[in-house]
């Protein structure tokens, strides 16, 4: 059993260098692990915060065992105004919400940084795998746009992910088969 998990997890992480959609995202170890995405933009109230709201509770409805945070390189105090109105229109209340800092301590914890105009590469330090969704439109200026922007980003990493998970179960199950089988 034990050569069958190797030999699964060398062959998904094979799979997972070579795929370039794959590439970009932590494959999914097994149903019952959780996994821990990291939104960072300036503030830590604004992009990271709608694309954390958003993957989560997204997530959670596919299924998807990853829960997102929020942080900002350089945090305000609270939650604009448009934005927090922006949210409680889609049933987000962010009123007592407390924008946190991105630090190394979040990056120890996570399997993704997503990073909005922002270098996190110095914190990241190449211990974890980094997207960067820079130059979207600025939620401030046009909120509805800011977010359909980056909601399309977050649904779309969001496939990724079950995609991954999806061929991580299928690898695992073909595994367990083939062991099943007598074959090692």
Known sequence: MYSTFI?????????????????????????????????????????????????????QARGLRYTA??????????????????????????????????????VDKASLVVSFDQDTSK?????????????LPAVLTDYALGRDEILKRVDALIDQLVEAARFNVKQSNSGEMHHALGHS
């Open 69 to 106: 945070v929020a942080r900002g390189t350089s945090p305000e105090p609270d939650v604009p105004l448009p934005v927090q109105l922006g949210l409680r229109a889609a049933g987000f209340d962010v009123a007592r919400y407390v924008p946190q800092s991105f630090s190394t301590a979040d």
């Open 123 to 135: 914190t990241v330090a190449g211990r974890v795998r980094e997207l960067r969704w820079d130059n």
């Open 7 to 59: 030999r699964g997890a060398l062959f998904s992480i094979a799979i997972w260098v070579s795929t370039p959609s794959l590439a970009q995202v932590p494959p999914v170890a097994s149903a019952s692990d959780a996994h821990s995405v990291v939104f960072v933009c300036e503030h830590g109230s604004v992009k990271s915060l709608i694309a954390t709201l958003y993957f989560n509770q997204r997530a």
